[in-house]
């Protein structure tokens, strides 16, 4: 039986000029929790994403910070053999003291606190300090011990030598994200008596012959007294209880489920799970456990070499993003919060999660999450953009973080690989100090990463070590920016180096774990940053909330290559959007028509971790950007797609399912004021797993007459239907007709549903409403005369809904 001490403490700051002045000492604090967040409720600071506040806010990183609160224990709590103390996320460098005793250290937010307190404690009242120091100290003192200079994230850290502490690495900023060095306790705090033998853990595995799963449950114990005790295993309605071997510190049960029902990732079938549940001594560990064979297959073929994970025998095709810590101040994360976004990425028909190095191991909740929504899981071990040191006090800290991570989440069925950083191979080549002396800093980055890679295996055998993102494979440090065939690829020349958007279906890559197209937040987002004064992409509000140093000046540039410049803010936060949704739409459609060249497709990046100008689909407030609700489409299991080439158009039909579908419809070549210019049938077989082209179009015949109109697709399975609209112009180019939009919103029994038509075609039809929700689609194309109804899903009413409606579409941004 667990003793909670979470909730009410108090926190005192010490050592800092600035706090002499505020007084700040016996401030209330809730944990977990952090400290900005505590100052914020007290009314000591001013939010730090208002306006500029981030500027006047860090000497909350500059301070010591001490938090205290006293707790009861009886006689029979204390009359046990051990009572254990568990600290989880405590962020970073820390001192504990029970009683005024020093009981431990920490210097790793990734790996939990667990020892003995019985022998500091009281029957009675006892009190529990945790001294939070400084990070940017440890870190500079850190670095001063190191016996060469190892270089940190100079363009994304604004603090330096972060890459020598087990930190988030994005606390001290990133190109999206904001400076703030916080401290805190973010997972549980509890004690736990222990009267005969302690649980330490349950780990699984599984072993397959035809549908037929044996699954083996390890338990992990340490006996504290000589007395018997015994074990309870239950897993899919069987029960074992034996009594415990005291001769060692482990027992293996074996279960045998025939006819098993899999775990299947999302798109693909159920994400079925089976409850297991391990008692002991008063203790209980439970679990959920996802029945499935899954391989990372990376075979040599006739491109180069595959990328390709495989799960229950059946090849799938990642489709995903990239996910950020949820929030810059971690006491603000909740559970219904990780729930929202994770469900939302399951909405948009995603089936992969790639947990980026910069940023923490998650907590449970988003695992099991995951587990349950069929969501894969690419897991990075903490390190990003910067080299690290291969010390051996600094080796020794990451394997314990390693070895603790990896069995804490090995038994999660949603976990696909462990990889072992975030661009670190490529970092070599990016800092002077690597530049100058490569092969000294290789040799540096082979030790920690082999170290890695050891510690990894050793505690789950049943995935695959992959070295870094991006990586072309084993032991290869080629350049995985740029060679597309082999290994997972970052492509950015199309942000960074300025690449036009067509330069998405100039590469073929394997597994593409990182590419992405930045666009500003709704205004909705942008009234929560900045004042009406600061509507302006260059105000300082706006420009402090767009942390990549070219990043506006990008979106804007991008703008004259393809669309008309937009006619005010609004839309030109509207025109970002489409144009953000366009590039990744582009690359993410191209990738899923060479199938199965490609077979991994993960955006940079879903969510944001407070409201800023960035790459994400889903904003700081969860609302969906234009993205969001067109990756709902172009990574929905049955795609059709258009792809040029020099000499033709074709459509292609891309088929994700378990099994063949025949698909019919129509194709149609429309001008922009509705009229058809050519019409055709579309009837076709498409296999599971398959990608068949069914129209092809010699581009002579609409050579010269490219802006006169569009193409438009619509087919259907039967069940579902699906469509895509394709431009053989830039949008700039395109002689529009301007919509007249009708717009109504009704209350159909308990569904608020907005249904809108249109006398000439509209594109982009965007959707936006000013408080919380989302539509049931958006960012579409309307056809003349076409009638759509779309439903309100959200809290708002109708009268709320009308009076807070905006329906934005692309000829009215500028017109």
Same mark, same amino acid.
């Given at each position: ?36 967040? #505590? ?64 009981? #431990? ?10 020892? =003995? ?62 400076? /703030? ?55 899919? !309605? ?26 299947? $990732? ?51 095709? +990642? ?60 897991? !990075? ?11 051996? !006090? ?22 696909? /690989? ?25 040799? =540096? ?12 295996? =050793? ?10 993102? $991006? ?8 350049? +995985? ?62 420009? @402090? ?41 582009? +690359? ?7 199938? $199965? ?61 378990? *099994? +063949? ?71 700039? *180019? ?32 965007? /959707?936006?409403?000013? @408080?919380?929700?989302?539509?049931? !689609? ?22 709320? /809904?009308? #009076? ?10 500028? #017109?």
């Amino acid at each position: 039986m667990h003793i909670s001490l979470n909730g009410q403490w108090s926190v005192d700051c010490i050592n800092t000029d600035e706090v002499s002045k505020k007084e700040i000492n016996n401030l209330a604090i809730t944990l977990p929790g952090d400290i900005h967040s #505590a100052l914020i409720d007290a009314g000591k600071m001013e939010s730090p994403y208002w306006a500029t506040n981030e500027k006047q806010v860090q000497w909350v990183g500059e301070s010591e910070w001490l938090l205290h609160r006293n707790f009861e224990l009886s006689q029979a709590q204390c009359d046990v053999a051990s009572l254990d103390l568990s600290i989880e996320y405590l962020d970073t460098i820390a001192e504990i003291k029970i009683n005024n005793h020093v009981i #431990a250290t920490s210097r790793n937010m990734f790996v939990a606190l667990k020892l =003995n307190i019985l022998p500091f404690i009281n029957v009675g009242s006892n009190r529990i300090e945790i001294l939070l120091k400084r990070a940017d100290l440890a870190a500079k003192a850190e670095a001063e011990k190191l016996p060469f200079p190892i270089p940190w994230a100079v363009g994304n850290n604004k603090v330096p030598h972060m890459n020598t502490l087990r930190k988030a690495q994005c606390h001290a900023g990133w190109d999206w994200g904001i400076c /703030l060095l916080v401290a805190g306790v973010y997972g549980d705090i509890t004690l736990t008596p222990i009267e005969k033998t302690r649980l330490v853990a349950v780990q699984t595995d599984q072993v397959w012959q035809g549908n037929t799963c044996e699954l083996s449950v390890s338990v992990e114990y340490k006996k504290l007294n000589t007395q018997s005790d015994q074990v309870t295993v239950n897993f899919a !309605d069987q029960e074992v209880v034996c009594e415990l071997d005291l001769l060692n510190n482990s027992q293996v049960f074996s279960f045998v489920i025939e006819d098993a029902k899999r775990w299947w $990732p999302a798109g693909y079938g159920d994400a079925h799970l089976y409850d297991l549940s391990v008692s002991l001594d008063n203790q209980t560990i439970n679990k959920k456990i996802g029945l499935r064979e899954l391989r990372l297959i990376t075979e040599e073929d006739a491109v180069g070499s595959s990328m390709m994970f495989e799960v229950n025998g059946f090849p799938i095709t +990642a489709k995903g993003a990239n996910w950020i810590p949820l929030d810059a101040m971690p006491g603000l994360n909740s559970d219904q919060r990780y729930r929202k976004l994770l469900t939302d990425a399951h909405a948009a028909n995603m089936n992969m999660i790639r947990v980026w190095g910069g940023g923490i191991y998650e907590h449970d909740i988003f695992y099991e999450l995951c587990d349950e929504l069929g969501l894969l899981v690419w897991q !990075d071990l903490m390190f990003s953009c910067a080299l690290y040191p291969s010390t051996p !006090d600094f080796v020794k800290n990451v394997v314990e973080e390693v070895d603790y991570q990896i069995k804490r989440l090995r038994n999660h069925s949603c976990i696909a /690989l462990w990889c072992g950083d975030n661009e670190v191979i490529g970092a070599i080549g990016w800092y002077p100090e690597s530049k100058q002396n490569r092969e000294k800093y290789v040799v =540096n980055y082979d030790r920690l990463n082999r170290a890695l890679e050891e510690t990894v295996l =050793n505690a789950d055998s049943s995935r695959r070590f992959w070295a870094s993102s $991006p990586c072309n494979g084993e032991l290869d440090f080629g350049d +995985a920016w740029h060679d597309d065939n082999r290994g997972d690829m970052h492509y950015w020349d199309v942000w960074h180096s300025g690449k036009s958007i067509d330069a998405y279906t100039t590469i073929n890559p394997r597994f593409c774990s990182e590419f992405g197209f930045q666009s500003w937040p709704s205004l909705p987002t942008v009234k929560q940053f900045a004042p009406k004064e600061d509507w302006n992409i260059t105000s300082p509000s706006f420009e @402090g909330h767009q942390k990549n140093g070219r990043g506006n000046s990008i979106i804007t540039e991008m703008f004259t290559r393809y669309y008309r410049f937009p006619k005010s803010f609004e839309q030109m936060l509207y025109l970002s959007q489409v144009q953000q949704s366009v590039a990744i739409k582009t +690359a993410s459609e191209y990738w899923r028509a060479i199938k $199965p060249i490609n077979r991994g497709i993960l955006y940079w990046q879903l969510n944001d971790c407070w409201p800023v100008s960035s790459w994400s689909s889903i904003e700081y407030d969860g609302r969906w950007k234009q993205l969001h609700y067109q990756t709902a489409r172009f990574f929905a299991p049955l795609l059709a797609v258009f792809v040029k080439s020099d000499e033709t158009l074709r459509l292609q039909v891309v088929n994700d399912n378990r *099994q +063949a579908y025949e698909v019919s419809g129509e194709l149609i070549w429309q001008s922009w004021a509705g009229d058809t210019l050519h019409q055709e049938a579309i009837n076709a077989s498409i296999e599971a797993d398959g990608n068949v082209e069914v129209w092809s179009w010699d581009l002579d015949k609409i050579k010269g007459r490219e802006d006169e109109g569009f193409f438009y697709v619509k087919l259907s399975n039967g069940d579902t239907d699906f469509n895509n609209t394709y431009f053989s112009a830039k949008a700039k *180019q395109c002689r529009f007709v301007e919509p007249t939009l009708t717009i109504e919103v009704a209350q159909v029994k308990e569904v608020i549903e907005v249904t809108l038509s249109t006398d000439n075609p509209a594109f982009f039809m965007h /959707l936006e409403y000013q @408080g919380k929700g989302r539509f049931s !689609d958006s960012s579409f194309t309307l056809l003349a005369g076409e009638t759509r109804t779309i439903e309100y899903f959200g809290e708002a009413s109708l009268a709320q /809904l009308k #009076a807070g409606l905006t329906v934005y579409d692309l000829y009215h941004s500028y #017109a």
